[in-house]
């Protein structure tokens, strides 16, 4: 016989059956994040993964030119919200981001040739959408938000769970 009325049990259904679709909904993005975390871990999966010291004696172009020179590639002033200097392939390079949407330009520091900056590779395109965007584009921070919330509930029944499974051994044995 429980010590708990029957109306608590079937609260306790309720939160239980709750718990666990709660814990597989939350499931899948943590899923995600997990893998593609292990993906950055893992040696020379995710490009850019590896960190490089700049050797500045080889850089010949100052950053004022880098923007010049970009913008002279895109034909337009670039509204350029970044330039970063970086080590790729051995040489070092200005990585101009913001001015053409989604891509950036590649401008070497020792000649100032411009390209486009290649598209990454498919677990580079695992790692940041699934780590940083959670395949969700525009909807990345109400989704946030939501899981974030499901996760507290989930964490919030599993205590509500555990602390009557516990306060009912603790009754019985009284």
Known sequence: MSPFPASLLTM??????LHIWLGLIVAVPVLAWASSGLLYAWPSAVEGGKVETIDATRVSIPPSEALTRASEFAGKKLPTTALTLLMRE????????GGLGADSLLI???????????????????????????FAGSWQVPLLLALSALACISA?????????????????RS
């Open 12 to 17: 306790r259904s309720l939160i239980y059956r």
């Open 90 to 97: 051995g040489r070092p390079v200005y990585q101009a981001v």
């Open 108 to 134: 070497d520091a020792q000649t100032g040739t411009v390209i486009k900056t290649p598209p990454p590779g498919v677990l580079t395109r695992y790692f940041r959408q699934a780590h940083f965007y959670f």
């Open 156 to 172: 919030a029944s599993g205590l509500y769970l555990n602390l009557t499974m516990w306060f009912g051994k603790l009754m019985r």
